[in-house]
């Protein structure tokens, strides 16, 4: 198991007047291997939370363990280490893109890594290849020069190229089109399937989610307020309505068709998935 959350607070200024509770008594197990998707509205702590996984932020209260290990009494040389494992990439990637040009950023990682120039230049490769980045159009780009979209890729390639146990992802679609999207998730789903690489991601859109997720946590105030398989997201619809939450209009649709007769299976509850069973089901009736 790569992260056991036991307890954990955080509070934002704290003991000031202006102090802020971001995390409350939080507990929660991430099972190695997983899909994960974290979801809550604006100031529910998902991004505090990401931030503790990475020991970017301290709990002031309970522990984090990471393969038995307490975040909290890391060493700073097992801290660089840790970030190797587990990797971050930030809502607003330029905060965390330095290099001028694409290939320095994507390789720093590796060299830092002390790896020699064909092993850099591999993972480079590799990397921008998995995030649909093409090497000849892109390696001697100026940073500064890209479009949103393009900075996300490029941030999500440089962590790649450490080839981490665990991605931690913090908004990944915004600003990426529908193909953008469809690529990213597509990458990350490969990474999952092929690496067995976990992987941890907040975003407002449990349409995204349902694409690749296989659990669904949501947090509410620092809270974990619900935790299931996304398989089971129908049964708890009202619940997540109710937690104020977007939710896609093909599940408000497959929702309200289960109370005229229809079934679906949990399996595959994204868009192209809804419309697969409802055309199946439709089919069968009209042939009926």
């Known amino acids: 198991m790569p992260f056991i959350i036991e307890k954990v607070a955080f509070t934002y200024q704290k003991g000031m007047a202006f102090a802020q509770k971001a995390i409350k008594g939080l507990n929660l197990t991430l099972n190695d291997g997983e899909i994960l998707g974290i979801m809550g509205a604006t100031g529910s702590g998902k991004s505090t939370f990401l931030q503790l996984l990475i020991a970017l932020l301290q709990p002031q209260q309970g522990t984090i363990l990471y393969n038995r290990r307490n975040l909290a009494q890391l060493k700073r040389k097992e801290l660089a280490a840790l970030r190797q494992e587990v990797g971050m990439v930030f809502q607003y990637p330029e905060q965390q893109i330095f290099a001028d040009q694409v ?59 450490l080839k981490p146990r665990c991605l931690l992802l913090d908004e990944p679609t915004a600003g990426l089109d529908m193909e953008g999207r ?13 690496d067995n690489v976990t992987i941890i991601m907040v ?15 949501v947090l509410d105030e ?28 093909h599940l408000e649709a497959a929702y309200r068709l289960q109370h005229r007769g229809f079934s679906f299976s949990g399996e595959d509850l994204s868009m192209a998935g809804v419309a697969r069973q409802i055309a199946q089901q439709l089919r069968v009736r009209s042939e009926g």
């Open 182 to 194: 469809k690529a990213l998730l597509g990458c990350l789903k490969d990474l999952n399937q092929r």
């Open 222 to 249: 620092g809270r974990v307020v619900m935790d299931t398989p996304t398989g089971q997201l129908l049964a708890n619809y009202e619940s997540l309505r109710e937690l104020d939450l977007e939710l896609p209009a």
């Open 103 to 161: 290939y320095d950023e994507i390789a720093f990682g590796p060299r830092n890594m002390k790896l020699n120039r064909e092993e850099v230049d591999q993972r480079v490769k590799e990397a921008m290849s998995q995030t649909g980045l093409d090497f000849a159009r892109y390696h001697e780009r100026l940073t500064i020069s890209l479009s949103s979209g393009e900075k996300r890729r490029v941030a999500l390639a440089s962590i790649l190229a």
């Open 203 to 217: 975003t407002h859109h449990l349409s995204h989610l349902l694409a690749i997720c296989q659990r669904l946590v």
